[in-house]
């Protein structure tokens, strides 16, 4: 089973509005990350956001906010106020800490096309 | 400035030829890390280091080698058993223990004729 699953392959939004993009994840454990990542044409990844498993308050920074809700394992990337510059593909990842020092699991992604 | 570098940005090689991919890192972290991404794949692991010489396979090591001898730097070879090397390939780093944000270098799209 995959261990993130991102639903959308492609997104479309007006400039200036909000947009969600779709993660649920997949774990066992008790302790875990959750980290979403924007990748524009040019091909670097960008570090987003962070939202750790017993983090009570939904994390935010800037015009993104992680809406996690978990009980249904879900970590939905917000973006608030959309801008041009924000058509990138986007993915999520997990880290799971009973693993010990095991890297991130990425999704496939979530293309995003603002358009103005 | 502090960051990871990986070059060169694009590299091209002829089929069965061995070709080391680039990856400097000056933010002082422990792990290092290489990823393989194909269109529509996502990123995948192929190997990942979390102190000097010293590296564990990830989810599609065979075909590729690296080495950890400096904490700065963790090159990575694509030998001639990769079957299909062309792809983008991309290096991180982080702090250790493994739960720190992992950092993205820039990346190198290699193209095997």
């Known amino acids: 089973a995959q261990k993130i699953t991102q639903t959308q392959p492609g997104m479309f939004v007006q400039e200036k509005e909000a947009v969600t993009l779709d993660c649920t994840y997949d774990t066992s454990d008790q302790s875990y990350g959750l980290f979403w990542y924007k990748q524009p044409s040019s091909g670097e990844m960008i570090f987003l956001i962070y939202q750790g498993s017993y983090d009570e308050q939904n994390a935010t920074e800037g015009r993104y906010s992680l809406n996690f809700q978990k009980a249904r394992k879900s970590a939905n990337l917000v973006i608030s106020a959309s801008q041009l510059g924000d058509s990138a593909m986007y993915f999520c990842?997990?880290?799971?800490?009973?693993?010990?020092?095991?890297?991130?699991?990425f999704g496939k992604g979530t293309r995003l096309s603002v358009i103005a | 400035d502090g960051g990871i570098t990986q070059s060169p940005k694009y590299l091209f090689r002829k089929e069965g030829q061995n070709v080391t991919l680039s990856c400097e890192q000056n933010?002082?972290?422990?792990?290092m890390y290489w990823y393989r991404q194909d269109p529509g794949q996502g990123l995948r692991l192929i190997y990942y280091?979390?102190?000097?010489?010293?590296?564990q396979k990830g989810d599609i090591a065979e075909g590729y080698s690296v080495s950890r001898e400096k904490k700065e730097s963790f090159p990575l070879t694509v030998t001639s058993a990769q079957k299909n090397p062309t792809a983008f390939y991309l290096c991180a780093s982080s702090t250790t223990p493994i739960t720190d944000t992992q950092y993205f270098g820039p990346g190198t799209r290699l193209t095997v004729l």
């Open positions: 990842a997990m880290r799971e800490d009973s693993k010990g020092n095991t890297p991130l699991v």
């Open positions: 280091s979390q102190i000097v010489n010293d590296f």
């Open positions: 933010l002082n972290h422990d792990a």
